[in-house]
């Protein structure tokens, strides 16, 4: 069988983008290998239940890399990057190499990291557990 990774993949390769609600249409085949990941019984949940499923399934891809260190990371496999239709999902590896799409990726990186400074900004403690991170890193 095929890894995760590799299905997800496929259908970029097969839609032209990675996108939860492509998932969601190629695994609606009952033989697709991903549809028994989703929860089809619209009684229980539906169309956009199975799009947040489909986001937690790219999300939950992680590539491993030997960083400069030689220490062994793990990292996600798939980032959403802003597209003129919305966003996809591009593999970490096809984001590296093009840099446009990485610088991209940076200022979305900055505008969530400034979003998160500015919302827990008064917390003392929010800082001392940045920096208490950036130390273990």
């Known amino acids: 069988m095929t890894g995760l990774r590799e299905q ?24 697709h290998p991903l549809h028994d990941r989703f929860e089809w019984d ?3 949940a539906g169309e956009h239940w199975r799009r947040e499923q489909a986001h937690e399934l790219i999300r939950s891809v992680k590539v491993s890399y030997v960083n400069d260190r030689g220490e062994h990371r793990e990292i996600r496999s798939f980032h959403a990057v802003r597209a003129p239709a919305g966003h996809v999902y591009e593999p970490v590896d096809t984001i590296i190499e093009d840099p446009f799409v990485t610088k991209i990726l940076l200022q979305d990186m900055e505008r969530e990291w400034r979003a998160l400074q500015a919302r827990y900004d008064r917390f003392t403690e929010f800082y001392a557990m940045v920096q208490r991170d950036l130390k273990a890193s």
């Open 8 to 31: 997800l993949l496929v259908i970029r390769e097969k839609r032209g983008s990675l996108t939860p609600q492509a998932v969601v249409d190629e695994a609606r085949s009952p033989d």
């Open 42 to 44: 619209d009684a229980v």
